[in-house]
């Protein structure tokens, strides 16, 4: 495997950012590394790429170990992070003259990476007359002028428009062929767009890893149903096909079902069976987003 974390943990003082973490990512697979704000995506990142090592557990990017000879492994790394460090005084041209030097490669290679990204019109500037989007066009150029096998990439289409995203993401895609790519990114549009892989991460624990198809084809059906009066969770549970009970605020309720059956006759057949009346009532498609809440969000 390209990418293998094992029983990962990071503590700080008393705080687990990461909590016994385990999964692998092979060449050619574009993984979507999903989760709120705090929820352990960039430490990950961090440990992966051996800028900060876990407090229990083994890390290997091709089969090399990263806690013991991180600068070994991290040859074979391209890492954008998410606060994109850059030397602004620096020419575009330089700057990638700089990482070329770091990594003993060919000169030539800049002119391919600079194309590729997109950066032909902007490549003569300093990097501090460039645009947020541009300047994280230069770290992407950066992270893949070695050609690494393994590109880990955090919120690589920040500041991007509507073009340019469609670019970025086409690369992305591209590259993802013969690499491996760990994503992380708050659009779950681009999730759907470009990746195979899903892994979802809350509180520093994995709460989902599955293939992108598996989660299309799922048979799950979401309604959001406001009754006229407070009930138990419990009461919810006679329903039928019901795999899933939250409660959004009050007396509304998000429910989940395994079946393609529209549920919500049913549900008006449930409440006048028991007194109840329908406030409100919505359904949801189980896309991505939906799922994301589902798993992520708090009471």
Request: proline share 3%.
């Amino acid at each position: 495997m390209s990418i293998q974390l094992t029983s990962v943990t990071k503590t700080y003082g008393n705080q687990k950012a990461v909590n016994n973490i385990s999964f692998s990512a092979k060449k050619g697979e574009i993984v979507g590394f999903l989760g709120p704000n705090g929820a352990g995506k960039s430490t990950t990142m961090k440990i992966l790429t051996g800028y900060i090592q876990p407090t229990e557990g083994s890390v290997s990017v091709n089969d090399i170990d990263v806690i013991s000879n991180s600068i070994e492994s991290r040859k074979s790394i391209g890492y954008l992070p998410e606060h994109n460090p850059l030397y602004l005084e620096m020419y575009v041209k330089e700057y990638l003259l700089f990482h070329a030097d770091i990594h003993k490669i060919q000169k030539e290679s800049i002119s391919e990476v600079i194309n590729k990204v997109g950066l032909d019109k902007e490549a003569h500037k300093k990097i501090n007359q460039l645009s947020k989007g541009y300047r994280q066009r230069v770290g992407l150029a950066a992270a893949i002028l070695h050609n690494p096998e393994v590109l880990i990439l955090d919120e690589p289409t920040t500041g991007l428009d509507p073009n340019q995203l469609v670019e970025i993401r086409s690369l992305i895609k591209e590259l993802g062929k013969n690499k491996t790519v760990l994503l992380s990114t708050h659009i779950m549009q681009e999730v759907e767009a470009i990746c195979d892989r899903v892994i979802i991460i809350n509180n520093g624990e994995i709460v989902i890893d599955k293939k992108l198809s598996e989660l299309k084809d799922s048979n799950q059906q979401v309604i959001k149903v406001g009754f006229d009066y407070k009930i138990e969770e419990q009461f919810l549970q006679r329903l039928a096909n019901i795999s899933a009970i939250k409660n959004n605020y009050d007396n509304s309720w998000i429910l989940t079902f395994e079946t393609e059956e529209d549920m919500r006759p049913k549900l008006f057949d449930f409440a006048q069976e028991h007194g109840l009346k329908i406030l409100e009532l919505n359904s949801e498609n189980k896309n991505l987003e939906t799922l994301f809440r589902e798993l992520t969000s708090t009471k």
